[in-house]
């Protein structure tokens, strides 16, 4: 299907509108009035006859489903093929983007990463919706909550192809074990040995039901995610550092741990024994394009430049 300029910024502007559910953020990313973010995408849906409008306080479509994947397939193998990616990033391996933030390295991670989203859900579910739907091109995060989809065990994988679900595959990047963390005047760090029992004791968030099922299980098993966080987007001050409050334990990737020693929290010595496996998830369509392959080791490459990954605890897979 060959697609026209047109018909790739009308449904840009209806995609927004899917991702963020929101007419002021759409007018704001795509640099559009309001009148005409409403213009484009009830006109857009008129043409095709997608019926996409908000109903029930969702925007979606509510027929031709068929045509508008067909449209989303083609434009998202053209940016794949444009190297003009549009991606999101989970909690787990934001620490290690951030590094290029500041740093000599940013504009370079920029150019082969492409538009990052402001996509920061913590519902392993959604992740997957969002790049079968292609609403996005890849998703940088972890595996864990995937692993009974994998054919292998997470210590196991290698940089290369796996399958995830029957449309979305993944990348491994670099394996970690997650850290308990906790202000460094919690009564713990006094102790040379922390047990389950003495962790019991105080609060540690947890995300709703169904939203991590993976992450959340493991850590109820180890007396942790004890107090509803009500989280649904991923929030740097209210997730890893929540511990800040000097009562609260909390998790954390070791790249992270540089940026929470900057708010006084340390690592507690007590070892959680979970294992994440930071990945590039993407629709097969994507993974398997050799211009996405291209630009996915070299952006493999620069991650290990980062300056979150020179803290260790990373062992990296590519």
Known sequence: MVVSESVVGDLDVLDTLELFQSTIYAVEALGISQSSCSRRYRSFS?????????????YRATRNFDMLAALRQATQKRRVRQGRFRYGMGWQMEGLMDGFVEGPLASQAQDLAGERLAVRTMDSWRVLSLLE????????????????????????????R?????????V???????????????????QKVVTSDQVALYPSHAL???????????????????????????SFRCWQAAAA???ALSYSPPHDLARLQACGIETLSYELGITEVGAVLGHRDAIEDS???T????????????????????HWLC
């Open 172 to 190: 491994p990047l670099c394996r970690f074990d997650l850290q308990l963390v906790s202000h460094q005047t919690h009564p713990l760090h006094a």
């Open 133 to 160: 739907n292609r609403l996005i091109d890849y998703w940088i995060g972890g595996l864990l909550d995937y692993s009974s989809f994998l054919e292998q065990p997470l210590k196991r994988l290698r940089f290369e």
């Open 46 to 58: 008129q043409l095709f006859d997608f019926g996409f409008d908000r109903v029930d306080g969702v």
């Open 208 to 234: 709703d039901v169904g939203m991590a099922p993976m992450l959340m299980g493991q850590l109820h098993e180890r007396s942790l995610a004890t107090t509803p966080s009500g989280l649904k987007d991923h």
């Open 245 to 247: 409050d000097g009562i």
């Open 291 to 293: 211009c996405f392959h």
């Open 295 to 314: 630009h996915l080791k070299a952006m493999a490459a620069l991650f290990r430049k980062s300056e979150a990954a020179a803290h260790g605890g990373l």
């Open 162 to 170: 796996v399958q995830v679900t029957g449309s979305v595959m993944a």
